[in-house]
Nanobody, 128 residues
Framework: QVQLVESGGGLVQAGGSLRVSCVVS????????MGWFRQAPGKEREFVAA????????YYTDSVKGRFTISRDNAKNTVYLQMNSLKPEDTAVYYC?????????????????????WGQGTQVTVSS
């Protein structure tokens, strides 16, 4: 059974930074692409960032490019999202998502439907 547990959310002022983490148990994390999605109040869940299991491919939605960085530590079964220069519009519940194991070291899906496993989410609130 694969479980994803996010942590690190909280309240931060605009311009500040936060790092959210996602620890994965079960499955084959070291061969699984991972992603971060977010859902703001009244809006649909949207893609934020994705990383291949090798770390060699990383993708970001346009609104976070240059501010957010996705990374992973396969030895710790953990994926991170470092968020800098936060804006009030970044306020949302952030979800970690895991894909099934793949031999493609460059795969990093950007669509919600590609992911098999999801965490419960962590709230990030950016005050103006």
């Amino acid at each position: 059974q694969v479980q994803l547990v996010e942590s690190g959310g909280g309240l931060v002022q605009a311009g500040g930074s936060l790092r959210v983490s996602c620890v994965v148990s079960g499955g084959t994390f070291s061969r699984s692409p991972m992603g971060w999605f977010r859902q703001a109040p009244g809006k649909e869940r949207e893609f934020v960032a994705a990383i291949s299991w090798s770390g060699g491919s990383r993708y970001y939605t346009d609104s976070v490019k240059g501010r957010f960085t996705i990374s992973r530590d396969n030895a710790k079964n953990t994926v991170y999202l470092q968020m800098n220069s936060l804006k009030p519009e970044d306020t949302a519940v952030y979800y970690c998502a895991g894909d099934r194991m793949t031999f493609n070291s460059r795969a990093a899906p950007t669509t919600e439907g590609a992911y098999e496993y999801w965490g419960q989410g962590t709230q990030v609130t950016v005050s103006s």
